[in-house]
């Protein structure tokens, strides 16, 4: 059965949703964004600029050193009108690496920088009386393709239950610039766009969720290995219960 999805009433729903966080968890506080430039982040953030008004969004623009398509980021800021700082994470990041008394594995070198970021979007909340923006969407979180207290990490979540797709339409629904909503989703850290690291599309991977439509059996059994290897990250921390409440 072909799914049918309501761009229109589903932002409506989640500018909603917005607003009652806020209301509930921060009355008068500030969305603090981490703005990359492309569609997960712009949409967030021009959520949030819906349900609070620009003046309560902070845009932060974290490049490592240089940013190749950091004028995209920019032009998010411009195009919302929102207040914005620029941080580049680079000598924190390099100080972190000289500190450590071995030689990191390359995938700890590529973590590295989202978990960097979410410290400096903390600072940013912390001063500016803020609360963080999660920007991961349904198909990443699917196959664990977030980066656990880095990206995957923050205090609410606007794009949690939104795929690829889904969030692409609701931009446009937002009037977002195209070149941002269509922009090739990459993290921006091994050089590399995110269907090249997953092996597959993300149009595959969201019609295999909504549709369960297969996609073909080499990139079926990728997805469902990665989506029950990743689980964890979705599940509060395990924690040991000693029982002494009941004992008390």
């Given at each position: 059965m072909m799914y049918e999805f309501d761009a229109a009433a589903v932002k409506d729903r989640c500018v909603e949703w917005i607003r009652g966080f806020f209301r509930e968890n921060g009355p008068g506080c500030n969305a603090i964004v981490g703005i990359s430039g492309g569609k997960d982040s712009s949409v967030t953030a021009a959520l949030c600029c819906e349900a609070l008004g620009r003046e309560r969004v902070i845009g932060v623009l974290m490049p490592c050193g240089v940013q190749s398509d950091i004028d995209m980021a920019r032009l998010l800021v411009g195009h919302l009108g929102i207040r914005s700082f620029e941080i580049n994470i680079k000598d924190a990041v390099?100080?972190?690496?000289?500190?450590?008394?071995?030689?990191?594995?390359?995938?700890?070198?590529?973590?590295?920088?989202?978990?960097?970021?979410?410290?400096?979007?903390?600072?940013?909340?912390?001063?500016?009386?803020?609360?963080?923006?999660?920007?991961c969407n349904l198909s990443e979180d699917w196959v664990g393709y977030s980066t656990r207290y880095g990206d995957a990490a923050g205090d609410f979540s606007p794009l949690a239950h939104l795929t690829v797709t889904e969030v692409r339409a609701i931009g446009r629904v937002l009037g977002l610039p195209a070149v941002l909503v269509d922009k090739v989703p990459s993290d921006g850290l091994c050089g590399k766009t995110d269907e090249d690291n997953l092996g597959f599309t993300y149009a595959e991977l969201d019609r295999y969720i909504r549709e369960g439509v297969e996609p073909p059996a080499g990139k079926k059994e990728r997805i469902d290995r990665l989506h029950a290897a990743n689980l964890f990250k979705l599940r509060l921390m395990p924690s040991f219960d000693s029982g002494m409440a009941e004992m008390i």
């Open positions: 390099e100080g972190l690496k000289s500190a450590l008394p071995f030689d990191p594995s390359v995938q700890t070198g590529i973590n590295i920088p989202p978990r960097i970021r979410m410290t400096t979007l903390y600072a940013v909340g912390q001063s500016f009386n803020g609360r963080v923006a999660n920007t």
